[in-house]
């Protein structure tokens, strides 16, 4: 016969409950707010950008920009594009937005070699 601690079996469950219930919260908060936007990868693995750095993208604007629920949510799943490749997608997206007035020569945009064909498919389906 084992003795459980139902106390503390207790107080893990109520702050389990807590955090998770925080978590949404604050999820929610920033999902509410219209600085932000969040790419879903086909893992499910959520990268929150600044939504003017997705606007670069004519397919992520054309879904904020409409009626659509991803413009109420400004959640954007991309069930096609694996998390490997979205994140170097965010940070062009964030290269392309502090570059677009730029006149002066800009920095070459580092691609992994071994990435190119697979983010200039990617690319190519988020019209950037």
Not at 21 to 50: H, N, P
């Amino acid at each position: 016969d084992r003795w459980i601690d139902y106390t503390s079996f207790y107080h893990y469950i109520v702050s389990e409950s807590l955090f998770r219930t925080i978590i949404t919260m604050a999820a929610e908060s920033v999902s509410m707010s219209s600085d932000y936007v969040c790419l879903i990868s086909s893992e499910g693995i959520e990268f929150w950008i600044l939504r003017d750095c997705a606007l670069v993208s004519g397919f992520l604007r054309t879904s904020l920009e409409s009626m659509f629920i991803e413009a109420q949510t400004n959640r954007i799943p991309l069930p096609d594009i694996p998390a490997h490749l979205l994140e170097v997608v965010c940070k062009y997206f964030y290269y392309a937005y502090e570059y677009k007035d730029c006149d002066e020569a800009r920095p070459e945009f580092q691609v992994p070699p071994d990435l190119a064909v697979e983010l200039l498919m990617v690319s190519n389906f988020l019209d950037t």
